[in-house]
């Protein structure tokens, strides 16, 4: 069974542009979490998208944006990139909410780097 | 905001020994998880352990939780070179509708 998804593996943008990142969960999960690790800060809670919804939103402006397909697959959009974007973008799925285990499965990331 | 905080942020062993990593987190918890990350790579699920457990085993990994104290701790016995990687604990907050929250991460380094 294919884990979760992520592409590209590596992206570099220059400050201003736009940078989209794309996930594909597990087959059978239905939500959707985005994370970002940015060096020295661990992981910080981006978004989570369950049945194509938005269900919960981290800290982030407005700049951060994605949505959930109905296939399940998943976008993140980063407009007007700042320097400080610059980070490691992880995808995780879950069967429902948090699922029956509450275990969260892990894309390989997506490395994201502003010039 | 992180929920979590691991201590020590950084750990050195010599393989064969134990070694004890910490959380303390804030808030009312569901379940604590614990993760592992190998460098720069994705999260890997290690043990969940829920509100109303006290210790969990795992093969080399035991887990201990403490309501009272808000805190965590995770120990790998007879460490091996291959367990040196990133470990972070994660929290749900005690409400519906939201995610995992995670901590900054303890970093282990098992020398041979």
């Known amino acids: 069974e294919a884990g979760v998804t992520q592409s590209p593996t590596h992206l570099i943008k220059t400050r201003g542009q736009q940078a989209t990142l794309r996930c594909s969960p597990i087959?059978?999960?239905?939500?959707v979490y985005w994370y970002q690790q940015a060096l020295g800060l661990g992981l910080q809670f981006l978004l989570w998208y369950d049945e194509g919804e938005e269900r919960n939103r981290g800290n982030f402006p407005p700049r951060f944006s994605g949505r959930q397909f109905p296939n399940y697959s998943s976008e993140l959009n980063v407009n007007a990139l700042e320097l400080e974007d610059s980070a490691l973008y992880l995808c995780a799925s879950s069967l429902g909410v948090l699922g029956v285990t509450g275990e969260l499965f892990f894309g390989e990331g997506s490395r994201l780097t502003v010039l | 905001s992180q929920q979590g905080e691991e201590d020590p942020q950084a750990l050195s062993i010599q393989e064969g020994e134990n070694a004890t990593m910490n959380c303390s987190y804030k808030?009312?918890?569901?379940?604590l998880q614990w993760y592992r990350q190998n460098s720069g790579r994705g999260l890997v699920h290690l043990i969940l352990?829920?509100?109303?457990?006290r210790e969990k085993h795992s093969g080399r990994l035991r887990v201990t939780l403490d309501t009272s104290k808000k805190s965590s701790s995770l120990l790998i016995t007879a460490s091996r070179a291959a367990d040196t990687a990133s470990y972070f604990c994660?929290?749900?907050?005690?409400?519906?509708?939201?995610?995992?929250?995670f901590g900054k991460g303890t970093t282990l380094s098992v020398s041979s």
């Open positions: 352990i829920r509100s109303n457990e």
């Open positions: 808030t009312s918890i569901n379940n």
């Open positions: 994660a929290t749900d907050f005690n409400q519906a509708g939201t995610a995992l929250i």
């Open positions: 087959s059978g999960h239905t939500s």
